[in-house]
T-cell receptor, first 113, second 112 residues
Framework: EPEVTQTPSHQVTQMGQEVILRCVPI?????FYWYRQILGQKVEFLVS????????KSEIFDDQFSVERPDGSNFTLKIRSTKLEDSAMYFC???????????FGPGTRLTVL | DAKTTQPPSMDCAEGRAANLPCNHS???????VYWYRQIHSQGPQYIIH???NNETNEMASLIITEDRKSSTLILPHATLRDTAVYYC?????????????FGQGTRLTINP
């Protein structure tokens, strides 16, 4: 069964550094999402992406964040200058329009020191 | 904010049916009820969704009350691997880029 994949599984970085989290959505899916989950807290929506542009973004998704679909398969989340509070699990999800069900990847654990 | 209310935790014996309730009293006619679960810190896993009819798949059954203000997710024969946080989410029918709004969910513990 097709799956959403994410790399790396764990990323450790220094405060102020840039990080890029990568996702490969399911191949025939058209909508893509990033969510995050700070340890012990709820899963929170960050951004949705369709047709090479952002459809919706949350208050969390400020100017430090950007998303890109650089080729036909990858979907990336970039954090320009990481802060301690960016430490969280980051989940990518994708959806096929006809089924209207989001499928999530296994997540990337980002640790900012 | 999430439009659903769930008990924070539940226990169930292995092999028994686990019945997880969800209240969504403000649901509108154009909103689905979705259920996801999250095992430890893994990505949320889709379980089932419905509009107004009861639904069943290989994982679970979803019972939605006639007034649609509440629903119950049923895991018919719970196993230890079903220990997880279960999220009930209301989401508009409009296809496409509709985000999921997660609440705190119900932490279900399956006991041997």
């Amino acid at each position: 069964e097709p799956e959403v994949t994410q790399t790396p599984s764990h990323q450790v970085t220094q405060m102020g550094q840039e990080v890029i989290l990568r996702c490969v959505p399911i191949s025939n899916h058209l909508y893509f999402y990033w969510y995050r989950q700070i340890l012990g807290q709820k899963v929170e929506f960050l951004v949705s992406f369709y047709n090479n542009e952002i459809s919706e973004k949350s208050e969390i998704f400020d100017d430090q964040f950007s998303v890109e679909r650089p080729d036909g398969s990858n979907f990336t989340l970039k954090i320009r200058s990481t802060k301690l509070e960016d430490s969280a699990m980051y989940f990518c999800a994708s959806i096929q329009v006809l089924t209207d069900t989001q499928y999530f990847g296994p997540g990337t654990r980002l640790t900012v020191l | 904010d999430a439009k659903t209310t769930q008990p924070p935790s539940m226990d169930c014996a292995e092999g028994r049916a686990a019945n997880l309730p969800c209240n969504h009293s403000t649901i509108s006619g154009n909103e689905y009820v979705y259920w996801y679960r999250q095992i430890h810190s893994q990505g949320p896993q889709y379980i089932i969704h419905g509009l107004k009819n009861n639904e069943t798949n290989e994982m679970a059954s979803l019972i939605i009350t006639e007034d649609r203000k509440s629903s119950t997710l049923i895991l018919p024969h719970a196993t230890l691997r079903d220990t997880a946080v279960y999220y009930c989410i209301v989401r508009p029918i409009i296809q496409g880029a509709q985000k999921l709004v997660f609440g705190q969910g119900t932490r279900l513990t399956i006991n041997p």
